[in-house]
């Protein structure tokens, strides 16, 4: 699931601001508004940054249309956040072991002087990595604590999917065949997932239908920046 929520929640508000980014710095314009909240080029570029990071994958390698789904991702996450009701901060023991997982995924990283360099790489600091994260942390309580409840998984569609998908596909990759009671738990959470990221997709769908969004013209221009 954390997947899919894959992550950008650092929003500036203020005004113009330049900060790192691929290809040197940008002078910030407004990519998208939100319901009256405006997201910025540097806000963009931050969220690559941020998906580069949590990938382990060059910075600047997006395609135009990824950086294109980033945007969505982007506004999608501002209308997730307009969901959110004040709450306590996420216990910071939940952000630093998320924190040393990124933290594993670079291989440069086994050092504070290394870790920082990579932080450095992607033009990111600490503090804004964290801050990220706690809020990845909030808007995934949010949607398990709306979406997840709704889910019911009953045994015909696990044994349905044993019997369609999975033995299939051992049969094509050579694999062993296992019984259903080895691997029922195992499906009953894969079905879960997938539901809950389809009712994740139809939540997100009403909210934009519902919401005013607004994304200048010349923002596609720039996707290859």
């Known amino acids: 699931m954390k997947s899919h929520i894959h992550t950008g929640l650092a ?3 203020c005004a113009i601001l330049a900060v790192p980014c691929i290809g040197g710095e940008i002078v910030d314009r407004v990519v998208a508004n939100v319901n009256g909240h405006v997201l910025l080029q540097s806000d963009w570029e931050q969220e690559l940054a941020f998906e580069a990071l ?22 999608d996450r501002e209308l997730l956040r307009e969901q959110v009701r004040p709450v306590e901060a996420v216990p910071a023991d939940q952000v630093a072991a ?14 504070a002087e290394g870790w920082r360099t990579v932080l450095q790489g992607y033009g990111l600091t600490e503090s804004a990595l964290e801050k990220r994260l706690g809020e990845e942390i909030q808007l995934i309580g949010l949607v398990e604590a709306r979406l997840r409840p709704s889910i019911q998984i009953d045994q015909q569609a696990v044994e349905a999917y044993y019997r369609d ?8 990759d050579g694999g062993r065949e296992v019984a259903l ?20 997709s ?19 221009g720039d996707q290859n920046r």
């Open 181 to 200: 009671p080895e691997v029922f738990g195992r499906i009953k959470n894969l079905l879960a997932e997938q539901r809950l990221n389809q009712l994740l």
């Open 11 to 13: 929003f500036l508000l």
């Open 165 to 172: 998908e999975l033995l299939p596909q051992l049969k094509r």
């Open 54 to 75: 949590l990938n382990a994958r060059p910075a600047d390698s997006f395609t135009a249309a990824e950086r294109k789904a980033a945007l969505d991702r982007l506004i």
């Open 98 to 111: 998320r924190l040393a997982e990124v933290r594993k995924l670079q291989p440069n990283a086994a050092t």
């Open 202 to 220: 139809s939540w997100l769908a009403s909210l934009r239908s519902a919401s005013h969004i607004q994304t200048p013209p010349s923002t596609a």
